[in-house]
């Protein structure tokens, strides 16, 4: 009897199985069998999974459900990082500068700023707080200073990203129910968006040593480690920042990991992957982190096929 576990923990040779029965994918080309992968990735998790990892060598998105609007949850805190700064670099704020906050600020999952009332913190430690902890109070402090959700929906526009929108702060931006469009993004839109701030010297807003301290930031992020980093090489840089709705009666729980992995070639691939469980589903952490485990193995096997043919 196969399980959705054994599925997902046999990787891509369980697929393999799943194609010879019937499920082969119309498209043979790498990029066809990548998202062929994305789908049976979803039938072996349950619920719905939106997929998308842009390919910045051959500037190839492939995507399943890439199009779908999934709640952002915390995934937006890499965005905030960059923006951050984005606005350092203009001198609209000093990274440097010490800032404090009350026990009023508190919310939900404080891990930094929780010990930190009395010392206070400068904005960069409480960038990095909240991209590498997920710390909600690091990140609503940080976004109050640059303008609010506005502003960072404003930083997304400029950097051509026509869909993802922050409209709240934590913890309230969790709470997206269905057919909500405020406080979304899509995982086609979030890769490339990623791909322009880390890879796109051309576009991105942020200089060399900015764009090297970010991807140093996602990959000293401890929030991603059992989901899509998980599957893949340990010795390939690779960097992310997890979402994790909260459990609210009218909205479904949302999972995300958004990041990047760079292979033996140094030839980038931006990925975000979000997970919805259905309406009123209980939360079941292991199958769905399986299911990204699963993502990343699927992100490795492209990376590794696609170099051999580029070297052949």
């Known amino acids: 009897m196969t399980t959705r576990r054994t599925l997902l923990g046999g990787g891509l040779t369980a697929m393999a199985g799943l ?37 910045t060598r051959a500037d190839r998105m492939i995507a399943y459900r890439g199009d779908e609007r999934f709640a952002l949850a915390s995934t937006f805190k890499a965005s905030l990082a960059a923006f951050a700064m984005t606005e350092a670099q203009a001198g609209r704020i000093d990274l440097d500068e010490r800032t404090f906050w009350t026990q009023a600020d508190f919310v939900f999952h404080r891990p930094f700023t929780g010990e930190r009332v009395d010392s206070g913190a400068t904005w960069r430690e409480l960038a990095y707080a909240a991209q590498t902890q997920s710390d909600n109070v690091a990140a609503n402090l940080l976004l109050k200073r640059l303008g609010g959700p506005e502003a960072l929906t404003a930083f997304w ?23 909500t469009v405020e406080d979304t993004t899509t995982p086609a839109t979030m890769a490339r968006t990623l791909a322009t701030l880390l890879f796109a010297e051309d576009r991105t807003p942020l200089v060399p040593e900015r764009r090297q301290e970010l991807r140093r930031w996602m990959a000293e992020s401890v929030t991603g480690l059992q989901k899509i980093r998980a599957g893949l090489p340990r010795g390939w840089e690779a960097g992310d920042k997890t979402g994790n709705s909260s459990d609210w009666p009218d909205a479904p729980q949302v999972r995300g990991d958004i990041g990047f992995v760079i292979g033996p070639l140094d030839a980038p691939v931006t990925f975000a992957a979000y997970h919805r469980s259905p309406l009123g589903a209980p939360l079941d952490d292991a199958p769905v982190d399986a299911g990204f485990a699963a993502i990343g193995r699927a992100l490795r096997g492209y990376v590794e096929r696609t170099q051999i043919v580029i070297n052949s």
């Open 157 to 179: 526009r400029s950097l051509g990203d026509p869909v993802s929108r922050l409209d709240r702060f934590e913890t309230d931006l969790n709470r997206v129910p269905p057919g």
């Open 19 to 55: 194609a010879l029965g019937g499920c082969i994918p119309r498209d043979t080309s790498e990029a066809g069998r990548l998202e062929a992968q994305f789908r049976l990735i979803e039938v072996a998790t349950g619920g719905t999974f939106g997929i998308a990892a842009y390919d």
